[in-house]
T-cell receptor, first 117, second 113 residues
């Protein structure tokens, strides 16, 4: 149980284009989902917290107009990287907190490797 | 500025021996700590946690120790098994804010048969 999927697992896009990453909780409902970014040999950095049906809360330094987050249902959150640049190349990983779970619970997806050329 | 640090990027241990993974933090307000385990091509999975009101929490072969005065926690795995080979992340959260966890950069554990 408590499986989170991400799609795609890897994507290559050209500079200036937009790319959408999906995060799904497969066997539970998640009111809250999180989006992280990880640079090589660095820690997971929280980008934003998304709550179903409301606007995402972005961490300081994260451009909300560049990283669009939508959490339209209790099982799906999407991250759209708009007008991608090579510096956006990174590993993006989402997590989901069960609506009925403990406050510290979160289940992670396998991540998406984004390469912008 | 990284508030949670794992200074050892890798650790190699013989099967059956103890594995000790270390984590340091800078923010004395952190009051809840977690360890996650990550296999290749999978997301991190929760392993064990500890509240700042405790200094030790044990779950089977896994024990987490917390030294608040030193702002240091460690994960002990004993006995280590080849299936424990993975990347281990520690994470910390501040009071009343389980929406934000600060992660270390991970330690890759290799348990040799």
């Amino acid at each position: 149980g408590a499986v989170v999927s991400q799609h795609p697992s890897w994507v290559i896009c050209k500079s200036g284009t937009s790319v959408k990453i999906e995060c799904r909780s497969l066997d539970f409902q998640a009111t809250t989902m999180f989006w992280y970014r990880q640079f090589p040999k660095k820690s997971l950095m929280l980008m934003a917290t998304s709550n179903e049906g409301s606007k995402a809360t972005y961490e300081q330094g994260v451009e909300k107009d560049k990283f669009l987050i939508n959490h339209a249902s209790l099982t799906l959150s999407t991250l759209t990287v708009t007008s991608a640049h090579p510096e956006d190349s990174s590993f993006y990983i989402c997590s989901a907190r069960p609506s009925s779970g403990a406050s510290y619970e979160q289940y992670f997806g396998p991540g998406t490797r984004l390469t912008v050329t | 500025d990284q508030q949670v640090k794992q200074n050892s990027p890798s650790l190699s241990v013989q099967e059956g021996r103890i594995s000790i993974l270390n984590c340091d933090y800078t923010n004395s307000m952190f009051d809840y700590f977690l360890w996650y385990k990550k296999y290749p091509a999978e997301g991190p999975t929760f392993l064990i946690s500890i509240s700042s009101i405790k200094d030790k929490n044990e779950d089977g072969r896994f024990t987490v120790f917390l030294n608040k005065s030193a702002k240091h926690l460690s994960l002990h795995i004993v006995p280590s098994q080849p299936g424990d080979s993975a990347v281990y992340f520690c994470a910390a959260s501040a009071p009343y804010n389980f929406n934000k966890f600060y992660f270390g950069s991970g330690t890759k554990l290799n348990v040799k048969p």
